[in-house]
């Protein structure tokens, strides 16, 4: 069983840093779960053997640094001292002062100063609205009329069992996810959550709309025997006995691993942008969320992104 001295071993033989799927790969140990890579990494992490540097897992410098080997003291032979006057010895350490005050000058440009969220939520509280309340009403909006306010709720055939779990308002089934919803699936690793919207993802390009798909575990096409994600879909195509020409035409692909560069935000963000509107995308999917963290508290803001933009543009 791996333990978590082993991932401190191995990152130490991979000159200190290493990223997740690296790290399982050469352990051989599942990425997530009970007693994974994820969960060690999490508990060093915890006792400050490790920090997250973006895509990869570091040694702290106490840690990264190599132990010296001890070596027998020897009598150090000093050489004979040279009297300095004090009038130079003065200079020198004002000198060392000013270097060391500039240093911590810039560094302190670089840290923005944490917000302090108690004012930050008080502050608004407090202000007088008198001043802005025409701006302000601008953004409360009122119901329309009865005949504008009513649309009808229209289902998204999937072509799986989804289909079958959302109802109209008279019990029926809605034969489809409602249109223009934002759903995550979630579960346990290995319950399926890939092969489930693999198969959403060929059944609605073989039935003619659009769909991009954005792969952030595997990748699309492989030079190597690897049984590649392509490869995983041309299977189900042909098992579900659907057209491969009709999804080469419908289904665009966003692979994270063959290009790294997607998984910088601003990149993806645009490379999504770009494809929605200009193919006129119908259904977005990408497996998984996770692809859109790059730290701690980024994932939530950058779904909520994805959320409002994909709602806007309907």
Do not use: H
Request: aromatic residues 8%.
């Amino acid at each position: 069983m791996v333990e978590e001295n082993d991932i401190v071993e191995f990152l130490k033989a991979k000159g200190g840093q290493a990223s997740l799927s690296e790290i399982a790969e050469g352990l051989n140990i599942p990425k997530y779960g009970p007693k994974s890579t994820y969960a060690l990494l999490q508990s060093l992490k915890n006792k400050g053997v490790v920090e997250r540097r973006g895509e990869l897992w570091a040694l702290t410098i106490e840690e990264a640094k190599p132990k010296p080997e001890e070596k027998p003291a020897e009598a150090p032979v000093k050489p004979p001292e040279q009297p300095k006057p004090e009038a130079a010895v003065a200079p020198e350490i004002e000198s060392l002062v000013r270097a060391m005050a500039q240093t911590l000058a810039e560094a302190m440009k670089s840290v923005r100063a944490p917000a302090d969220e108690w004012e930050l939520a008080t502050r608004p509280m407090t202000t007088k609205i008198e001043e802005g309340k025409e701006k302000l009403s601008a953004l409360v909006l009122r119901p329309d009329e009865a005949i504008e306010a009513k649309k009808p709720l229209i289902g998204f055939p999937t072509g799986t069992f989804l289909d079958q779990l959302f109802l109209t308002p008279e019990g029926k089934s809605l034969g489809g996810i409602p249109i223009c919803g934002q759903f995550a699936i979630t579960g346990l690793p290995g319950a399926g959550k890939s092969i489930l919207v693999e198969e959403i993802a060929v059944r609605v390009a073989a039935s003619g709309r659009k769909v991009l798909y954005a792969t952030a575990e595997d990748t699309w096409k492989s030079a190597t025997p690897r049984f590649d994600l392509q490869s995983r879909l041309k299977q189900k195509a042909d098992i579900l006995g659907l057209d491969w020409n009709k999804i080469r035409e419908n289904l665009f692909v966003l692979d994270t691993v063959a290009y790294p560069e997607l998984r910088n935000w601003n990149t993806f963000a645009e490379t999504y942008r770009y494809v929605a509107e200009k193919e006129k995308i119908e259904l977005a999917i990408i497996d998984s969320v996770t692809v859109l963290e790059s730290y701690r508290g980024a994932l939530k803001y950058r779904v909520m992104e994805l959320a409002r933009y994909n709602q806007v543009r309907g």
